[in-house]
């Protein structure tokens, strides 16, 4: 299993320009998320999904989309990038197997807005 | 409102030493509570996952423990070695199901000294 995935590693872009940051898993996990991390606040969460076609926000949802359309993806989009969301993002899933819901992360997407 | 602290935020010890991690949160009805590390530029790797009704959990040199009435965890690392430095993370989950969210603090960065 490749795990969980993300692309890009690294993207710079301007203000008001739009991007999606791409997430997969093949474990058939239920659960993804997205987090971003930033100095001195820790993670924190920006969406969620419980499954495909479900999703919700979490704690820092302005500024982001989210789609489920299939188990195995759930991009992340930018709709019109501010310097505030220059961080590092995480994608994240999990799959509750008699309670032992270990989350699994990617690598992350190093992001800045100029 | 769920917050997870983290003190200190970093610790630097010689090599062999035993060490503890501290972990505490506000409200203590948690489904379970997990512990991360991170290394520089990278994703979070999951080391112990304790669920509410336990008390420790083992891997190797890496003890979890878990007092849900007083809202603490720990981290035991016995014989702490270079390769032990990174960022410790600990999370907690409220519940399960559609609404399954994780708190994090913002971490502990170990420095282990040859």
């Known amino acids: 299993n490749a795990g969980v995935t993300q692309t890009p590693k690294f993207q710079v872009l301007k203000t008001g320009q739009s991007m999606t940051l791409q997430c997969a898993q093949d474990?058939?996990?239920?659960?993804m998320s997205w987090y971003r991390q930033d100095p001195g606040m820790g993670l924190r969460l920006i969406h969620y999904?419980?499954?495909?076609?479900?999703?919700d926000q979490g704690e820092v949802p302005n500024g982001y989309n989210v789609s489920r359309s299939t188990t195995e993806d759930f991009p992340l989009r930018l709709l019109s990038a501010a310097p505030s969301q220059t961080s590092v993002y995480f994608c994240?899933?999990?799959?509750?197997?008699?309670?032992?819901?270990?989350?699994?992360f990617g690598p992350g997407t190093r992001l800045l807005v100029l | 409102k769920q917050e997870v602290t983290q003190i200190p935020a970093a610790l630097s010890v010689p090599e062999g030493e035993n060490l503890v991690l501290n972990c505490s949160f506000t409200?203590?009805?948690?489904?379970?509570l997990q512990w991360f590390r991170q290394d520089p530029g990278k994703g979070l790797t999951s080391l112990l996952l304790?669920?509410?009704?336990?008390r420790e959990q083992t891997s190797g040199r890496l003890n979890a423990s878990l007092d849900k009435s007083s809202g603490r965890s720990t981290l035991y690392i016995a014989a702490s070695q270079p390769g032990d430095s990174a960022t410790y993370l600990c999370a907690v989950r409220m519940n399960t199901g559609a609404n399954s969210k994780l708190t994090f603090g913002k971490g502990i960065t170990l420095s282990v000294r040859p």
């Open positions: 994240a899933s999990s799959f509750p197997t008699g309670g032992h819901e270990t989350q699994y």
């Open positions: 999904s419980v499954g495909a076609g479900i999703t």
């Open positions: 409200d203590s009805a948690i489904y379970n």
């Open positions: 304790i669920q509410s009704s336990q």
């Open positions: 474990m058939n996990h239920e659960y």
